[in-house]
């Protein structure tokens, strides 16, 4: 699905040159669930806000589905992105004036989705993960736990190719970490294509397969058997 | 997408209850004040604009000429002859009508009499001005000589109805005049305004004076409708010599004025429109404009003082597939519902401050609900002001990268957004420190006149119209007067002492040349008692005295008059006057009869016992004022039982002089306050702002060893800073601006330093105990749960 080569990116300020990404070569299969790792600064979250469009990289080439994207201008990598792609982040980032559904509801209205439609997508996700009681509260009235599945729900809502998350335990204490995982993985099994940004080896072991990347470099790429035999 | 978006808005107004109130307060009060000076300006605007064809409707004026053939004056009034004739000769005259200067005479009806205002007018003025029939035929209403027109609420007043169609009313006491028609109330943005308007032929009838076709007895107005195809330039080039035709070797040259034009534009100099009011309407405007850009310059500020926590919003959004239009539309949204939500707040404001506005400036100011106009006026109001204050912050806020916002937030603050925010507040303040300084300069300036020395004694004098048996009766009425001890002298006179009323020209004394005879003095005709009652001081001779037989024939002139003059020995001196030789009895020293704020003209005070119209008296200062009122005013209406009986204290019309000067220091004085509480409001919301951003700072400062006061300082300097540019800027403008207003007056004060650094000092004041307050609250705080935060 994904096939990423040469990538660079460099951050420039006044008085020095960081190397963030230093010619990464990588690639993610459909249906995948794929783990980023490594210590802070490696350029994992860089790389991870490459593939979801939001930053860009001085050079390399970025395929999706056969699509060259870095060629792609603001607008059309803009379309791009909320036709495709979701978004988990750590740090939930829900809009704190807008109730859950509305929360949920906000990407289908940027897709242009009509109204009923909308009505049934958002009830139909919001069953799913089993926050039904929470639709007319505001993000400030609930548990971690219960932001980031608002958050899953959010990216999940227009059915997206791809899911990218960035540390999405982070913020939450074990027990609703290891539910916001078992949800990743639920997803996963019914077929989203996921890439995960994680400093935790208990949260990779739940994926397919793990980057390692240091320095801007991949260093190493291991498989996890029994997740993978799974998916076989 | 525009539902959720006004929900954001709704919701976030609710959520920051602080910064929505300093928002919409802000915005209310500099909505509420633009809205009210722009319904002073559209009532002045439209002053005089009610003529049925406003556009070729013009009034005849008049240009006299002086000594050395310059234009020295430019009256509004003509001759008698002047509206037939054009109507006569001239064939783009439509219509042309005279017109009387309004006056109150004595009308009565159902047995009770008032003094209401009323004018005389040939039957055209129907065709000219567009009054509103309530009853009665507009075509005729005034042919009839004895007829007369009445405005409802004179109607109400006499009979209690309006109905009063062919019912008959008493004017002076002496003839029936037919009701013909019964108008609506004439606006009060009209200067040709009256109680009840009767027809020239019954003025002919009853004096004189006006039925004698005089060239020069220039006392009329002469309205004309002309042809809108005439050239009006030309008319004025072809009747430039319409005296010298005539055989009249006299330097008047009539010419038409826009009549609309007169109440903007009525300043002349060598018969040029030279502006007029209109200054000050511009002045209003520039007002209401700065007062509302105050208001929007805070919106923008508290916006992207806020935008911290407003760019996660926008990050995700733009995550999410938000275009930046979309974002742009939604701050827009925001700034436009809360402009909507002050409007409504403006117009409660508005209306509970009218009726004292009203009071405070004399006039009648008023919203019309029903209208049109001043529906789309406010709508236009809300869009520019929402726009104008929402789009600094939508275009900044919808700039943001999301990814520069999620990787760590202290980015988010450019260095071009903190110092374009130091401008906006310098801007601001610099605007209402000028109003301030404006405002003590104008008030300086009125107490310069009020203080100037006015010539005779103010206090204790009062006076009242002789009417109706007080002319016959006047030796009786002084000599009960006196008996009561009510007043200790009294004076009858032509003219009141507190105008400029009457002048005379063709005046001539030893050694005066053929020129001299166009030199106009002012004339004031009196009998006994003039020096004694009014206090004036006597430079040389004396007062008119009965114990000279030869005083009927005397003048009193004043210094200037006697400078004008020439003389060395004035008294005894015989000078041609009114076409009468006239004897020089006394000098006085010039007293201020006109304007307050421009030298004084020479004064010729003439004995005349036929030539009267007032009576002054000085009250005696051993009883209450109260008392001796009461008492002169029982004498009075013995004598004259049909009139109304109506004293007034010479000192208040005196301070009427001044009114204009007064409203304009009322309004910059409230405009300039408004400012700067707003001005400081805006501060207040930065400053709680910047301590909410620095709470982290401030909790490590605090740890460390820092004191309070340090950290208050530490708050407060930056925005001190911001406010002494403004004043660094502020003073030199305001210095110009009003040492320019001052030299349009004669007599001026200066520009004084001490008020300008008070005002200074005052505005420091003011904005440190604004700031203060958020920095001490700040620097309170507990250091733990400031540094728990995040």
């Given amino acids: ?232 | 997408m525009f539902k959720l978006n006004f929900k954001i808005a709704l919701r976030n107004i609710w959520k920051n209850k602080t910064s929505s109130l300093i928002n919409i307060s802000g915005l209310a009060i500099g909505l509420a004040a633009c809205l009210m000076l722009l319904l002073y300006v559209s009532y002045e605007w439209n002053f005089d604009k009610q003529s049925k064809d406003d556009a070729n409707t013009y009034q005849v004026m008049m240009n006299h000429r002086g000594v050395d053939g310059q234009i020295t004056e430019t009256g509004q009034s003509t001759s008698n002859v002047i509206a037939p004739l054009f109507k006569q000769k001239y064939s783009w005259v439509k219509t042309s009508a005279r017109l009387s200067w309004a006056a109150p005479y004595l009308v009565s009806a159902n047995h009770i009499g008032f003094k209401k205002t009323g004018a005389f007018a040939d039957p055209g003025i129907l065709d000219i001005f567009n009054y509103t029939f309530i009853y009665g035929d507009e075509r005729t209403a005034l042919n009839a000589p004895n007829s007369v027109i009445i405005t409802e609420s004179t109607a109400r007043l006499f009979f209690g109805t309006t109905d009063v169609l062919n019912k008959s009313i008493r004017f002076q006491n002496a003839l029936d005049l037919k009701i013909t028609g019964v108008i609506r109330d004439l606006p009060a943005n009209m200067s040709r305004s009256f109680d009840y308007l009767m027809p020239w032929s019954f003025y002919e009838s009853r004096f004189d004076w006006a039925k004698k076709p005089n060239w020069q007895n220039y006392s009329f107005t002469t309205l004309l409708k002309i042809d809108p195809q005439t050239n009006v330039d030309q008319i004025n080039s072809s009747i430039k010599d319409l005296y010298l035709q005539n055989g009249l070797k006299l330097k008047v040259e009539p010419y038409l004025f826009r009549y609309s034009k007169l109440h903007l534009y009525g300043n002349f100099v060598n018969g040029i429109s030279t502006g007029g009011s209109i200054t000050q309407l511009r002045l209003f405007m520039g007002l209401a404009i700065g007062i509302l850009l105050i208001a929007c310059i805070n919106f923008m500020n508290m916006a992207t003082a806020k935008s911290e926590k407003r760019a996660k919003e926008v990050g995700i959004k733009k995550t999410i597939g938000a275009t930046r239009s979309s974002l742009i539309s939604q701050f827009l949204m925001e700034s436009l519902v809360l402009t909507l939500l002050a409007a409504v707040f403006a117009v409660v404001l508005i209306e509970m401050c009218l009726p004292f506005f009203n009071h405070l400036l004399g006039i009648e100011l008023g919203i019309n609900y029903s209208g049109a106009s001043i529906w789309l006026g406010l709508l236009a109001v809300v869009l520019v002001t929402g726009l104008i204050a929402g789009s600094y912050p939508a275009f900044y806020l919808s700039s943001f990268n999301p990814v520069q916002i999620f990787r760590k937030r202290s980015q988010s603050k450019g260095i071009l957004s903190v110092s374009l925010r130091q401008v906006l507040v310098v801007g601001q303040f610099s605007f209402a420190v000028i109003l301030i300084i404006a405002t003590t300069v104008i008030y300086q300036q009125i107490q310069f006149i009020k203080n100037r020395p006015v010539g005779y004694q103010i206090n204790n004098l009062v006076e009242m119209e002789q009417d109706g048996e007080l002319y016959a009766k006047f030796e009786l009425l002084r000599s009960k007067l006196l008996e009561s001890g009510a007043v200790s002298s009294v004076l009858q006179s032509s003219t009141t002492i507190t105008r400029e009323l009457s002048s005379i020209a063709r005046c001539a004394w030893p050694g005066s040349s053929e020129d001299d005879k166009l030199r106009n003095f002012n004339t004031i005709a009196t009998t006994y008692g003039f020096v004694k009652t009014t206090g004036i001081k006597l430079l040389y001779g004396r007062d008119f005295s009965p114990k000279f037989a030869s005083d009927t024939n005397g003048i009193l002139i004043s210094h200037s008059a006697m400078k004008v003059m020439n003389m060395k020995n004035p008294i005894g001196q015989v000078v041609f006057h009114d076409g009468d030789k006239a004897v020089i009895v006394g000098v006085f020293e010039d007293f201020i009869l006109g304007s307050p704020f421009s030298t004084e003209k020479p004064l010729i005070i003439h004995f005349n016992k036929e030539w009267s119209g007032i009576v002054t008296m000085r009250l005696n200062p051993g009883h209450p004022a109260a008392e001796n009122i009461a008492a002169i005013e029982k004498i009075v209406k013995q004598i004259n039982p049909a009139y109304p009986v109506n004293v007034t204290f010479v000192d208040e019309l005196y301070a009427k002089k001044l009114t204009e000067q007064r409203r304009l220091g009322i309004l910059s004085n409230l405009f300039g306050g408004l400012a700067i509480f707003i001005s400081c409001l805006g501060l207040f919301g930065l400053a709680s702002y910047s301590a909410e951003q620095r709470t982290k700072e401030i909790g490590v400062r605090k740890v460390l060893g820092a004191s309070v006061s340090s950290l208050m300082r530490l708050l407060s300097f930056s925005f001190l800073k911001m406010v002494g540019i403004a004043i660094i800027i502020s003073i030199p403008v305001a210095n110009y601006i009003m040492s320019n207003w001052l030299k349009s007056f004669e007599f001026h004060t200066s520009v004084n330093w001490v008020v300008i650094l008070l005002a200074a000092a005052g505005t420091i004041g003011i904005a440190l105990f604004t700031v203060s307050f958020q920095a001490y609250k700040a620097a309170k705080a507990n250091p733990v749960e400031a540094l728990k935060y995040e």
């Fill in chain 1, 1 to 232: 699905m994904i096939k990423i080569e040469n990538l660079e990116k460099v951050y420039k300020t006044e008085e020095i040159e960081t190397t963030a990404l230093n010619g990464i070569n990588m690639h993610v299969k459909t249906g995948e669930f794929v783990s980023i790792m490594g210590p802070s600064g490696c350029g994992k979250s860089t790389l991870l806000n490459v593939m979801g469009l939001l930053d860009k990289p001085e050079s390399g080439s970025y395929k999706f589905l056969e699509t060259e994207l870095l060629t792609m201008n603001d607008k059309q990598r803009s379309n791009f992105r909320k036709q495709n792609m979701g978004f988990v982040f750590q740090n939930f980032n829900l809009i704190d004036e807008l109730t859950v559904f509305e929360n949920i509801e906000l990407p289908l209205i940027y897709n242009k989705v009509p109204a009923t439609e909308r009505k049934r997508l958002v009830n139909e996700i919001i069953e799913r993960m089993n926050i039904v009681n929470r639709s007319g509260h505001f993000p400030q009235q609930l548990s971690g736990g219960q932001q980031q599945r608002v958050a899953v729900a959010r990216a999940l809502v227009t059915k997206p190719k791809l899911v990218l998350a960035d540390e999405p335990t982070g913020n939450l204490d074990s027990s609703h970490g290891n539910e916001v995982m078992e949800l990743l993985c639920e997803l996963n099994e019914q077929g989203t294509t996921i890439v995960m940004v994680t400093h935790s080896s208990h949260d990779a072991s739940f994926s397919n397969r793990i980057i390692n990347l240091k320095d801007g470099h991949v260093i190493s790429e291991k498989i996890n058997k029994s997740r993978t035999e799974e998916l076989i």
